[in-house]
C-alpha cells in the first residue's frame, strides 16, 4: 500500500503504479560525469543510461533494473558487475523513473530497450555477439523480448516472472482477468536461441520460483538455473559468491578480452552545465533541460576505463563476496538446487548431480578479479522490487 500512495508515477491507475512504482529520483544530469549517456529514440526523445567501460572487455551487458529503483540505486552493483567480470556495462533507465521523461509502461519501457539495443549494435557497432542482455524482475520483460528478437551472446534472468497477468492471478485470484497483459515471458521464452542463465531464490515471496523454473523448462536453448535456498527477492545478488559470480563465470566463461575498445561519439554525452541543475530534474522529449542561468556546452571526450564518479551519500553500506560459498545441487531439488542443460562438457568441479553436495571452493580466477569500490546502496528488504 505504501508503494502505491509514495509512489511518484504519473497515473493514478492502482495496477499501474503497484507495477511500475516509480521512485523519486535518487540523481540528475551531474551525478555521473563522462558516465551518462542520452540515447536517442526514434521519436525524438532521449534515454538516459549509466554507461561504465572496461578496457578491451569483449562484452557489453545491457542491464535493466528492477521496478522500484532508478539508474541511481542501481549504480553501485553495475560498477561492481563491470569489474568483477570485466564488462562492459550499460544500463537503460524506464520511461518516468529518474530523470526520464514519460509514462511507466510496457510500451514506453519496450520503446526505451528498442532505442538502446539499436544504439549498441548501430552507434557502437557491438556486434550481437559480444552483447549479454541482464534483466532483474521487472527488467527481465524488456530483456526476455529483445531477446526473442536478438540472437546475442548471453541471456540473464533474476527472478523472472511468467506475465503480469500471472503474478496477479497468484496474488488474487480470478480478480486478475480485469488486468490488461503486459511483458507475457511465457510466450517468447522458446524463441530465445542465446544461452540462458535463470537465478531465482526458493525464499522470493514476491515472484515465486515456479516462474523461473516453468521459463526454464520452456527454454531450448543451452541453459542453467540456479535456485538459492536462503535468496528472497530483494536479496543482493553479491551477499554469496554462489548466487551470480559463480554461475556467471562458469555458464559464460567471463572474463574475455578483444582488442576492439568501444568509442562512444561526444554527442551521445549530456550537456555540462555551469550550475548544478536542481534535483529531480528531468529532461525533455526532445533534449535535455539546462538548469536555470547555465550556459550548456558540449561534451568533448567520451568515457574511459576507471572513471568512478559513485555518489554512495546518505546511508551507504559496504558489502564483501563471502567466500564461504553455498553448496549448490542438481535439479533433484535440496538447497541452492542448479540445473544445468547442453552445457561445455561436465559441470564445473564441485557440482554434483546426486543427493549430496559439495562445498564449491572460491575459484582462483575470481579471487583476481579487481574491485575497485565494493560500496552499494543498503537493500530495503520491505520494498518490493518487482
Avoid at 530483456?143 to 540473464?156: F, N, S
Avoid at 554462489?242 to 578483444?258: A, E, K, R
Avoid at 562438457?345 to 575497485?372: D, E, I, W
Wanted: aromatic letters at 8%.
Amino acid at each position: 500500500m505504501w508503494n502505491l500512495l509514495s509512489s511518484s508515477s504519473t497515473s493514478w491507475n492502482p495496477v499501474e503504479r503497484m507495477i511500475f512504482p516509480s521512485p523519486r529520483a535518487s540523481y540528475d544530469l551531474t551525478s555521473y560525469p563522462d558516465e551518462l549517456l542520452l540515447v536517442p529514440r526514434e521519436d525524438g526523445g532521449k534515454v538516459p543510461c549509466i554507461f561504465l567501460p572496461f578496457r578491451h572487455a569483449r562484452f557489453l551487458v545491457i542491464y535493466f533494473h528492477a521496478n522500484a529503483e532508478d539508474l541511481g540505486l542501481c549504480y553501485p552493483f553495475c560498477k561492481i558487475m563491470r569489474d568483477l567480470f570485466q564488462v562492459h556495462v550499460m544500463a537503460m533507465e524506464y520511461p518516468g523513473y529518474g530523470i526520464c521523461p514519460g509514462k511507466a509502461d510496457e510500451a514506453g519501457i519496450m520503446a526505451n530497450a528498442e532505442a538502446v539495443m539499436r544504439f549498441a549494435t548501430e552507434t557502437l557497432a557491438w556486434p550481437c555477439d559480444g552483447i549479454k542482455l541482464f534483466g532483474r524482475s521487472l527488467g527481465t520483460g524488456p530483456c526476455v523480448a529483445l531477446a526473442a528478437q536478438y540472437e546475442v551472446a548471453g541471456v540473464i534472468l533474476i527472478s523472472p516472472f511468467t506475465s503480469i497477468r500471472n503474478l496477479f492471478q497468484a496474488q488474487v485470484g480470478s480478480l486478475a482477468e480485469v488486468v490488461n497483459e503486459r511483458f507475457p515471458n511465457i510466450e517468447l521464452i522458446d524463441k530465445l536461441k542465446s544461452p540462458t542463465l535463470i537465478i531465482h531464490g526458493q525464499k522470493d515471496t514476491l515472484v515465486p520460483t515456479e516462474h523461473g523454473k516453468e521459463l526454464y523448462a520452456l527454454l531450448k536453448t543451452r541453459k542453467m538455473m540456479v535456485c538459492p535456498a536462503a535468496m528472497s527477492h530483494n536479496t543482493s545478488l553479491l551477499k554469496n559468491i554462489g548466487t551470480l559470480v559463480l554461475p556467471m563465470t562458469q555458464f559464460f566463461s567471463l572474463p574475455d578480452y578483444t582488442f576492439e575498445d568501444i568509442e562512444v561519439p561526444p554527442w551521445a554525452f549530456p550537456r555540462t552545465a555551469t550550475s548544478k541543475p536542481a534535483a529531480n530534474c528531468r529532461i525533455s522529449l526532445g533534449e535535455e533541460v539546462p538548469p536555470p542561468g547555465g550556459a550548456a556546452t558540449d561534451r568533448l571526450s567520451a568515457p574511459t576505463s576507471g572513471l568512478l564518479a559513485a555518489d554512495c551519500s546518505g546511508g551507504a553500506a559496504t558489502e564483501r563476496l563471502s567466500g564461504d560459498s553455498s553448496p549448490w545441487r542438481s535439479s533433484s531439488g535440496g538447497s541452492n538446487a542448479t540445473a544445468r542443460e547442453g552445457g561445455d562438457g561436465p559441470p564445473p568441479k564441485g557440482v554434483v548431480s546426486g543427493l549430496q553436495a559439495t562445498q564449491v571452493p572460491h575459484p582462483a580466477a575470481a579471487t583476481a578479479l579487481p574491485v575497485r569500490d565494493a560500496s552499494v546502496q543498503p537493500v530495503d528488504e520491505k520494498q518490493s522490487y518487482l
